[in-house]
């Protein structure tokens, strides 16, 4: 498995991605920068991404859509706050409707990638952060992807919230 | 699977419950063994009511349940709501942790296959 760390927090409303690939960071950058790319790996395999704008330029915004395997279409923007090829890259990820204009009554989520140069490789940091609680519980509750697995897990993730080991995070 | 069965609602209720670090505390405490709700209070630097308006959201969102055991509130944890608060958090983890391993697929090729993002 190519995750390497996972954290989680509740009161941050943060989740924190770490993985290993085994290319350089010049070669990941492209799975961000190349939309064509970009859609074989945003959306899951029965919810595959089509991504009708990518402008990669500082405030341009990428249009996408995810096709579900009834043919439903779930709607989502991207505004890019940063990009520092080729590592890092700060964008806004939101909902748009259906004809696939930004909802600015959904949540929205800021994502920073983190790419660095390793023995053999990269390491790509992915840091999630909602702007409340409330608007993580309303991506959870829509349920945006099928296919998850409950797994019931360590009780005492949910409740070291409060104390991130990580606070730079 | 665990999120099916908790209500939109429970789980809002939850996340907020969860949101505090009090709550928390109580939660950790609670879930260790059984405390009365005076023994929570001496935890904490703020007053019994307060402490027990904490326990009060705490059992909305049935995170803990409260017995009256003679003249003492027993407060004792509720495993299963704190697990279906986790698998929540679960799910957002597991979204990504596909996203980067087809990442790491796609790396994997010599040639960026054919899009199957295109509707059909």
Same mark, same amino acid.
């Given at each position: 498995?190519?995750?390497?760390?996972?954290t989680?927090?509740?009161?941050e409303? @943060?989740?924190?991605?770490t993985? +290993?690939?085994?290319?350089?960071?010049? *070669?990941?950058? +492209?799975v961000?920068?190349?939309? *064509? +790319?970009?859609?074989?790996?945003?959306?899951?395999?029965?919810?595959?991404?089509?991504?009708?704008?990518?402008?990669?330029?500082?405030? #341009?915004? &990428?249009?996408?859509? !995810?096709?579900?395997?009834? #043919?439903?279409?779930a709607?989502?923007?991207? *505004?890019?706050?940063?990009?520092d090829e080729?590592?890092?890259l700060? /964008?806004?990820?939101? /909902?748009s409707?259906?004809?696939?204009?930004?909802?600015e009554s959904?949540?929205? !989520?800021?994502?920073?990638?983190?790419l660095e140069?390793?023995? #053999?490789?990269t390491? !790509? @940091?992915?840091?999630?952060?909602? &702007?409340?609680?409330e608007?993580?519980?309303?991506?959870? &509750?829509? #349920?945006m992807?099928?296919? !998850?697995?409950?797994?019931?897990? +360590?009780i005492d993730?949910?409740?070291?919230?409060?104390?991130?080991?990580?606070?730079?995070? | 699977?665990?999120? %099916?069965?908790?209500e939109? %609602?429970?789980? %809002?209720?939850?996340?907020?419950?969860?949101?505090?670090?009090?709550?928390r505390d109580?939660?950790?405490?609670?879930l260790r063994? $059984?405390?009365?709700?005076?023994s929570?209070a001496?935890?904490?630097?703020m007053?019994?009511? =307060?402490?027990?308006?904490?326990?009060?959201?705490? $059992?909305?969102?049935?995170?803990v349940?409260?017995?009256?055991?003679?003249? $003492?509130?027993?407060?004792?944890g509720h495993?299963?709501t704190?697990? =279906? =608060?986790?698998?929540?958090?679960d799910?957002? $983890?597991q979204?990504?942790?596909g996203?980067?391993?087809?990442?790491?697929?796609?790396? %994997?090729? =010599?040639?960026?296959?054919?899009?199957?993002?295109?509707p059909?």
């Amino acid at each position: 498995m190519t995750v390497i760390d996972v954290t989680t927090s509740t009161t941050e409303r @943060t989740l924190t991605l770490t993985a +290993q690939f085994g290319a350089p960071p010049e *070669r990941v950058w +492209q799975v961000w920068s190349d939309p *064509r +790319q970009l859609e074989l790996w945003w959306g899951p395999p029965t919810w595959p991404a089509t991504f009708v704008d990518h402008d990669f330029v500082v405030d #341009g915004r &990428a249009g996408y859509y !995810m096709t579900g395997p009834e #043919g439903e279409k779930a709607h989502g923007w991207w *505004r890019f706050v940063s990009i520092d090829e080729p590592s890092s890259l700060v /964008f806004d990820d939101g /909902f748009s409707d259906d004809d696939g204009r930004p909802d600015e009554s959904m949540p929205t !989520m800021r994502a920073r990638v983190e790419l660095e140069a390793t023995d #053999g490789g990269t390491r !790509m @940091t992915v840091t999630t952060t909602y &702007a409340s609680i409330e608007e993580m519980e309303k991506v959870v &509750a829509m #349920g945006m992807v099928e296919g !998850m697995t409950g797994a019931a897990g +360590q009780i005492d993730v949910v409740l070291a919230g409060g104390r991130p080991e990580r606070p730079d995070c | 699977m665990v999120v %099916d069965q908790l209500e939109r %609602d429970q789980a %809002d209720l939850v996340f907020a419950a969860l949101s505090d670090g009090t709550r928390r505390d109580i939660v950790t405490r609670v879930l260790r063994h $059984e405390e009365s709700v005076t023994s929570l209070a001496s935890h904490y630097a703020m007053s019994f009511a =307060a402490v027990q308006k904490h326990v009060a959201v705490l $059992e909305r969102a049935t995170l803990v349940t409260k017995q009256r055991r003679g003249r $003492e509130q027993l407060v004792s944890g509720h495993v299963e709501t704190v697990r =279906a =608060a986790q698998a929540l958090l679960d799910q957002l $983890e597991q979204i990504w942790r596909g996203r980067l391993g087809r990442i790491s697929d796609l790396l %994997d090729e =010599a040639e960026p296959r054919p899009n199957r993002g295109e509707p059909t």
